[in-house]
């Protein structure tokens, strides 16, 4: 088989294999190259993947679904490997951090609740009783102890009898 008699770009003979006319297939037709080429880079290009991700915080559901639309279309030769698995790769991390962000969703809830309780102990305090005041109408008591009449508060012996707490 004959060599192709053109030269290359970088001043060394071809060494493709010539046709009839002499020379190669990309010597023969120089346009041919950049047609071969756009192909193969246009096979190169990103896909466009368009998954609908929802606003917000994801919940499982999300991620379920997502990943479901992900392997669907990594089957069906719209979504290309290398990009799947920087997919999986997101996924695994929203993963290990849903336990911490649950718990840190939990903590804020248990806080304001807890602030709002004691907002309403703060306002249950700073109303007068309405015994308070019925005693003060009818001379009565009903109920409770007076300042003098409270329980006799004894020494602590502390848990070994001697007075310290060793």
């Keep these: 088989m004959q060599a192709c008699r053109a030269v290359t770009k970088n001043g060394t003979a071809c060494t493709k294999p010539a046709r009839t006319s002499g020379l190669c297939l990309m010597h023969e037709d120089p346009d ?3 047609v071969l080429g756009s192909l193969g880079g246009k096979q190169n290009r990103r896909r466009s993947v368009d998954p609908e991700i929802p606003e917000g915080a994801l919940a499982m559901a999300d991620l379920r679904n997502l990943t479901e639309t992900a392997l669907r279309k990594l089957l069906a030769g719209e979504l290309s490997a290398k990009n799947a698995s920087a997919f999986s790769q997101l996924c695994n991390l929203l ?4 336990p911490t962000a649950t718990l840190e969703a939990e903590m804020a809830r248990l806080q304001q609740q807890l602030a709002e ?6 306002t249950d305090h700073q109303l007068p009783s ?3 005041e019925r005693e003060h109408a009818t001379g009565e008591r009903t109920g409770g102890t ?3 009449e409270a329980a006799p508060v ?3 012996r502390g848990r070994n009898g001697h007075g310290n707490h060793n």
Excluded: V
């Design 130 to 132: 309405l015994n308070t």
């Design 154 to 156: 004894l020494p602590s």
């Design 95 to 98: 993963l290990k951090m849903h």
């Design 32 to 34: 041919r190259a950049k």
């Design 117 to 122: 309780m004691e907002m309403q102990i703060q």
């Design 146 to 148: 007076e300042a003098g």
